[in-house]
């Protein structure tokens, strides 16, 4: 509940044992893991969507704040920094008794995730196949890699927002041919005399068509830099707006680009059709 407004809003509430080190958040020092071993107290995320109410702001000034969730009065006894998700607009941290008191519902055995902590340098995958032979087939058990490979898969596939997003990217690489394609052939056209003249020369088709290709490669590269450009700073406004960890990586960066210049290629490939077609003989 918004301690200002006292409107209500989902948030999403994890229970941990205090006294695991179990979450790499660098805020999440020992002294606030202290803090929600006392009954009725937790942790607010900072970046959390501001419907949450101006808690970070209240909290930092030394300010005491207390508000509800699942109708039990709480505290804010710190701040952690996780960021907002598509499945939660904001996150708050408890302890697991904390959390049994908010949700008296649920039963005391029921965990969601349980963590098992290796000695370093130890290989996991052993111990997990040694694990999933002994334990009963409602129980999943994953590496580290394998829990995060689960999750991204889960919502690039197993929800509407995965779809809608590849939606995205094959229409903008259906269009981007459709107009590369239509910039080159009005080019190819307006040159179709000097490439006969070409061909009439002796110049070959795979010659002619290495020109095509080669302008094919120009477009995506003078095409690409602004919109990297572009796509960085929507990307910030995105992240800024919605509080979601989004950014650019490296690794997308090279895929668009792989699929800026496949795009010019396959738009440059129908346009040189018209380029074989052209005969010195009908042009002069």
């Known amino acids: 509940k918004n301690p200002q407004t006292r409107r209500t809003r989902s948030i999403f509430v994890v229970g941990v044992d205090p006294s695991a080190d179990l979450l790499e ?8 893991l202290e803090e929600i071993k006392k009954a009725d107290v937790v942790l607010f995320d900072r970046r959390s969507r501001s419907e949450f109410g101006p808690i970070p702001e209240w909290f930092e000034s030394g300010r005491e704040v207390f508000t509800e969730v699942g109708n039990r009065r709480v505290q804010v006894g710190g701040l952690f920094e996780m960021g907002a998700t598509f499945g939660a607009d904001g996150t708050i941290l408890t302890s697991d008794l904390n959390f049994l008191r908010i949700f008296p519902q649920r039963e005391r055995g029921l965990v969601d ?9 130890v290989d996991p995958q052993p111990l997990v196949q040694q694990m999933r032979a002994f334990l009963p087939e409602d129980v999943r058990v994953l590496s580290r890699a394998e829990f995060i490979d689960m999750e991204q ?4 596939e197993g929800t509407a927002i995965g779809f809608i997003f590849g939606l995205g990217v094959a229409m903008g690489f259906i269009v ?3 107009i590369v394609y239509q910039i080159l052939y009005t080019d190819v056209s307006d040159h179709l005399a000097e490439y006969a003249t070409l061909k009439a020369m002796g110049y070959t ?8 290709f080669q302008e094919a490669i120009l477009l995506a590269g003078l095409g690409y830099i602004p919109a990297f450009a572009l796509a960085v700073l929507l990307y910030d406004l995105t992240a800024n707006a919605t509080l979601l960890p989004i950014a650019m990586t490296f690794s997308r960066a090279v895929l668009v ?6 795009m010019c290629f396959i738009s440059g490939a129908i346009a040189v059709r ?11």
Do not use: H, M, N
Not at 257 to 262: D, E, R
């Open 205 to 212: 088709d795979t010659y002619l068509l290495g020109v095509v």
């Open 257 to 262: 680009l792989l699929l800026t210049v496949s």
């Open 153 to 156: 898969s889960y919502w690039e």
């Open 274 to 284: 018209r380029l074989r077609a052209a005969d010195p003989a009908d042009i002069f």
């Open 113 to 121: 995730i349980g963590v098992v902590q290796l000695q370093p340098g």
């Open 176 to 178: 981007g041919i459709v």
């Open 25 to 32: 958040l660098p805020e999440l020092t020992p002294d606030k």
